[in-house]
């Protein structure tokens, strides 16, 4: 039955994954109101993903407006995130224990495909733009995202930033990134490669992560009066061997 106005509520619901197969529970506390034959809710949500779920995040909390019309769950909200991609270190490294999420985009609850308008992360150092969708139920990703000198990328370079377009593909475990970005601060990382192809040059790479390493398929970096082409791997603990030659 329809309800009179806004209602407010405090409540815990842990029946997500029996009613769209997402593996978390939530708290709200705010109001639901009921216009026309669709409903919307105002308020603060906590999202903690299930013990032993895939989620790639541990919790979310923040304001959120929701507004959902069928199968289809429109939102907008501030969260602060601890957990995001903890399974990888490089990820961990650049995100940071809680960044700072602002979101926006659409849920299909027949799908579980999660489609994201231009949001934002504040990472531990830098800031990233995202649009695509997340499949949580194939557990799949299709995003693109641009990068504002985030850096981190290197555990040994911690200098080492990175600005420009990033594509990342694939499933949760094992993800396609394309990346076509300008870096700052190769001098720190190797002097020799600095004088080579500046301080300041494009990367171009293809990589694949394969288990806890990243198979540098193909890197290209270009500035200077040289190019340094190759491939490698970069290892879980910051560790890249690179076989390349310059042009």
Known sequence: SRFDGPLDV????????????????VAFEGQISEPGESLSANGTA?????????????TLEGP?????KGEAVNLTA??????????SKTASRLIGKAPNLDVSGSYDRTTGVLTLSPSTAQLARGSLAANGTIDTRQKALNLETQLNQVSGLLASTPELAASGKVGITGTFSAPQINADVNLKGVDAFNRTVAQLVSDTPRLRANVVKAGETYQLQHIAIEGGVLVLNGTGTYGPKGKITLNAGFT
Do not use: W, Y
């Open 10 to 25: 405090d409540l815990e619901f842990f029946g997500l994954k029996d009613l769209a197969n997402f593996e978390a529970g």
């Open 64 to 68: 959120l407006q929701v507004f959902s």
């Open 46 to 58: 906590v999202l903690t993903a299930n013990a032993g779920s895939s989620l790639p995040f541990d």
């Open 78 to 87: 501030a969260l602060t995130g601890t957990g995001i991609l903890k399974n």
